[in-house]
């Protein structure tokens, strides 16, 4: 009885010791996730001729037909090009706010369009 005794609890020392480290294998370490890409529903982007970019402040000269120049409050004042192609929402005047959508051209920017700039 005593020899069966141990004998089982010998047996079940070993299953538990075979059984034991299963849960330590099985916790190796995960591999993150791999991020799947996202579908564009919007379609290919749209082509582009030039890349407007964004210019405000005061306006400090402006000759018609030729060039206009703007700066803020304490910096020095940038000087946009104007050519056929630019559209004029407003009539330039020393003082007033505007903004400015330009490109960038080998020779210095050139205004594409003149608006209204924030009253303030």
Known sequence: MLRSRTRRLIVALLIALVLLPLPLWAAKRRRAPTPTPTPSFYGPPSPVTAMLKRA??????FERDRFLT???V??????????PETILEVTP???IRLRLLYVEAPDGPIARRVMAGPKG
């Open 56 to 61: 405000a402040g005061s306006c400090m000269q």
């Open 74 to 83: 304490g910096e020095t004042g940038r000087v946009f090009r104007i050519d």
């Open 93 to 95: 005047a020393v003082g």
């Open 70 to 72: 703007i700066a803020e």
